[in-house]
């Protein structure tokens, strides 16, 4: 039984859950949201420690003091670049605890429990088991220690549908459908915790647990719409091993040019669209492309950027390290929204991208991203490519963009190369 208290916070933290999802939804609320989802959780924290059925708290300090030590500097000192893999370790750690949970009441509890308790406590401990393999797999995929392209295997959807190890259920999932999985895998923990809510007969893990699977899952949903896959495609294609495409294998020419020959072009046109990739991120080149948008517009070049649904490592990416250098909102235009206006661009400035506007997507069937909407950047007048070799992206495949007439490489950091174009063109305008 839960004092007078503890309800009380746990129904002002469920609110202050749901009020922190609605504001995060929407860049300029998202701060507000995130602050009240803090506090939300400050309450469930309060509350749960009031309870009158904690006998000890030596143990739960202990956790307390071990969480904060790992936690703190994780979150301080972890670059931006690596969110998705540590988004990945937090959904394998909370759905391994609700499952240690889940295990721990069996035990607890033996033959006390009824069929409704047993049947919400098998999902919790299946789910929370799986999602904490699964995601240990999706955050070796994204830090590079497991490779990024589909592994399959013989018998492989007999083993993934008896759902027995998440490990299994995620080494044939290829590289570019690794955000919808992440979602769902969010999805999964979330369930799990409310599962954990039933077992428990805690109201607040039910709401919040359900609002974490709903949400997780919603955002599945969209991501699948996005890539233009359907779910069992994700979980259960495979889509074969990336193949080596003759074209991979003939030497082929690509035309470089320098900083100066790029400022020139830029300069000289009236409408740019700039494509950021998951390079920019690495580079953390926002803030020299913010100074480029600045010298562009004021020259009276119109400069709109193309955000891609999955690019970067994690849904809103570029989203959010443009918001973070201070470029208008209104200047991020959608994927089907600009895909219409390439044929009238004059330059494609993709920085640090290549899946994303990989045509492979569009006319290869053999392509592991096939199918997958791309931004189509090669109908563009001029194409520029700011990256620092003719190295694949996530998904590992070659990119025959590069190798257009159209197309001028400028390879470098995508730091370092937008700030020589941003010093060319301050340069021209001071000669002229
Ligand atoms: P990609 O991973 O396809 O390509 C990134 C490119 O950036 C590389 O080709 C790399 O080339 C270049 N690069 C890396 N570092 C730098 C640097 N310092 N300066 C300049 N260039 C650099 O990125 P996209 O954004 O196009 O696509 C995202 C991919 O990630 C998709 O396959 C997507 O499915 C997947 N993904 C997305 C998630 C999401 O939620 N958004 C989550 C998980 C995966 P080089 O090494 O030659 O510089």
Redesign the pocket.
């Known amino acids: 039984m839960t004092t007078a208290f503890t309800q009380a916070t746990y129904l002002a933290a469920a609110v202050a859950f749901i009020l922190s999802l609605k504001w995060l939804s929407r860049p300029p609320t998202a701060r507000r949201g995130l602050l009240v989802g803090e506090i939300g959780m400050a309450l469930a924290i309060v509350g749960t420690l009031v309870h009158r059925e904690i006998i000890s708290y030596e143990w739960i300090l202990v956790g307390m003091v071990a969480g904060t030590a790992v936690g703190l500097p994780l979150a301080v000192f972890m670059p931006m670049t690596h969110v998705?893999q540590r988004t990945a370790v937090s959904h394998a750690f909370g759905a391994l605890a609700a499952a240690l949970v889940g295990t721990a009441e069996y035990y607890l509890r033996p033959g006390e429990l009824g069929t409704f308790t047993m049947t919400v406590l098998s999902l919790e401990v299946i789910l929370g088991y799986l999602t904490f393999s699964g995601s240990l797999m999706a955050f070796g995929k994204?830090q590079d220690l497991v490779p990024s392209r589909p592994v399959v295997y013989r018998g492989q959807n007999v083993t993934n549908l008896a759902l027995l190890f998440g490990v299994l259920l995620i080494i044939p999932i290829g590289?570019?459908?690794?955000?919808t999985v992440?979602a769902l895998l969010n999805s999964y923990a979330g369930l799990s915790a409310a599962m954990m809510g039933f077992v428990l007969d805690n109201k607040l893990l039910i709401v919040a647990g359900a609002l974490d699977g709903s949400s997780g899952f919603i955002l599945s949903v969209i991501m699948c719409r996005a890539m233009n896959r359907s779910f069992a495609n994700v979980l259960f294609g495979g889509f074969g091993q990336v193949p080596v495409s003759a074209a991979a294998v003939e030497p082929r020419s690509v035309r470089s040019a320098s900083p100066e020959e790029a400022a020139e072009i830029l300069g000289a046109s009236s409408a740019v669209v700039v494509v950021p990739?998951?390079?920019m991120a690495?580079?953390q080149a926002q803030h020299k492309v913010r100074e480029l948008y600045d010298a562009l517009t004021k020259r009276g070049v119109e400069v709109r950027f193309a955000i891609h649904p999955?690019?970067?490592?994690?849904?809103g990416?570029m989203n959010v390290l443009l918001a973070e250098a201070d470029i208008p909102y209104d200047r991020l235009v959608e994927m089907e929204e600009i895909n219409p206006d390439f044929p009238r661009t004059d330059v494609v400035l993709v920085i640090?991208?290549?899946?994303?506007?990989n045509p492979a997507a569009r006319h290869d069937p053999a392509s592991p991203i096939h199918g997958m909407p791309i931004l189509d950047v090669d109908q563009a007048r001029t194409v520029m490519v700011?990256?620092?070799?003719?190295?694949?992206?996530?998904?590992g495949i070659e990119n025959e963009i590069f190798y257009l007439d159209k197309t001028m490489m400028l390879f470098g950091?995508?730091k370092t190369f937008v700030g020589e174009i941003v010093k060319e063109l301050a340069s021209a305008r001071g000669a002229a």
């Not at 590289?175 to 955000?179: I, K, N, R, T, V």
């Not at 640090?352 to 506007?357: I, L, Q």
């Open positions: 998705p994204l590289g570019a459908d690794m955000p992440i990739g998951y390079g690495v580079a999955v690019a970067g490592r994690m849904p990416h640090g991208a290549n899946d994303v506007v700011i990256k620092r070799s003719m190295a694949p992206g996530f998904a950091d995508a």
